[in-house]
């Protein structure tokens, strides 16, 4: 069974930053593109960014270029999303996912999700 564990949500206020951490098996970690993606309440889910299972590659949404990074630790099977420059709109529940799929161009989907983590930014 695929276990993909988020943790590092809150509540933030606006201008300021939080790190999500996913972390997974060792057999999905290095087989994978990992990512995250976002759903806001009564909004469909979106794609926030993602990473190549090498590490190499990484790609982001539009909406959150140049205010998020997405990285990995793998000694510790972790995939990492530092967001900055929070706004209220970055408010949604963020869930990691392993196996990204439907390209269009970025990732709609993927195969494997977590239980999500929730980020609240207030104004």
């Known amino acids: 069974q695929v276990q993909l564990v988020e943790s590092g949500g809150g509540l933030v206020q606006a201008g300021g930053s939080l790190r999500l951490s996913c972390a997974a098996s060792?057999?999905?970690?290095?087989?994978?593109?990992m990512g995250w993606f976002r759903q806001a309440p009564g909004k469909e889910r979106e794609f926030v960014g993602g990473i190549s299972w090498t590490g190499e590659d990484t790609w982001y949404a539009d909406s959150v270029k140049g205010r998020c990074t997405i990285s990995r630790d793998v000694a510790k099977n972790t995939v990492y999303l530092q967001m900055n420059s929070l706004k209220p709109e970055d408010t949604a529940l963020y869930y990691c996912a392993a196996g990204l799929t439907k390209w269009r161009p970025r990732p709609t989907g993927a195969d494997h999700w977590g239980q999500g983590t929730q980020v609240t930014v207030s104004s």
């Open positions: 060792e057999r999905i970690f290095s087989s994978y593109a």
